[in-house]
């Protein structure tokens, strides 16, 4: 599986009521795309006390074949319609679940950290099974998901929360983002 994420800066003064907007019309075109497993429309405003206005969506993908007929399909032509291109980061999905089909998560963070530059490619995908192990014992959990960029060897562990008050075992610096909707194949149970 592949995932991808796009972080698109707003200005200081825009109507971040717009991308809710967005999220609502768009997310039931989202419904059938084939191969899209994941959809998380994400969003940060600093009238919610991020440091910036943010409209940055995260998506998993069965495989590479989906997300490029995606990202040269009428979809994403949408968002290079609306925002210009954004740089779109393209990770190697290591592990990915949703624990409790009852949660509306309402906020997704993103933890990011290097692999130690001796570490081999089986000790990461280990270690990351251990910690969606741990990350899938929380309640209030939606859903969680490790990613591994292998150009920086970099992981990227995203994770779905009921609400501020069930974040368990995330760094405080880690990004937190506003989720407006969530749909995809994986999520057709809920």
Request: glycine share 6%; proline share 6%; charged share 20%.
């Amino acid at each position: 599986m592949r995932a991808i994420h796009y972080s698109i800066p707003l200005p200081y003064g825009y109507d971040m009521s717009r991308i809710e907007e967005r999220a609502r019309n768009k997310a039931r075109l989202f419904h059938a795309l084939p191969g899209l497993q994941f959809k998380a429309f994400l969003s940060a405003s600093v009238t919610e006390g991020a440091r910036r206005n943010l409209y940055a969506p995260f998506y998993i993908w069965e495989g590479s074949q989906a997300l490029a007929e995606f990202l040269t399909g009428p979809l994403f032509g949408s968002v290079l319609g609306s925002f210009g291109r954004p740089a779109v980061h393209d990770h190697q999905v290591l592990e990915f679940g949703i624990l409790d089909p009852e949660v509306v998560p309402s906020l997704a963070t993103f933890e990011r950290m290097y692999a130690d530059r001796f570490a081999q490619p089986t000790e990461i995908w280990r270690w990351e099974r251990w910690a969606q192990r741990q990350a899938m014992e929380c309640r209030g959990l939606f859903a969680a998901c490790s990613t591994l960029d292998p150009v920086a060897w970099m992981v990227t562990r995203a994770r779905f929360w009921a609400d501020p008050a069930a974040v368990r075992g995330v760094a405080p610096d880690a990004e937190r983002l506003r989720v407006l909707a969530v749909i995809g194949s994986a999520t057709v149970f809920m």
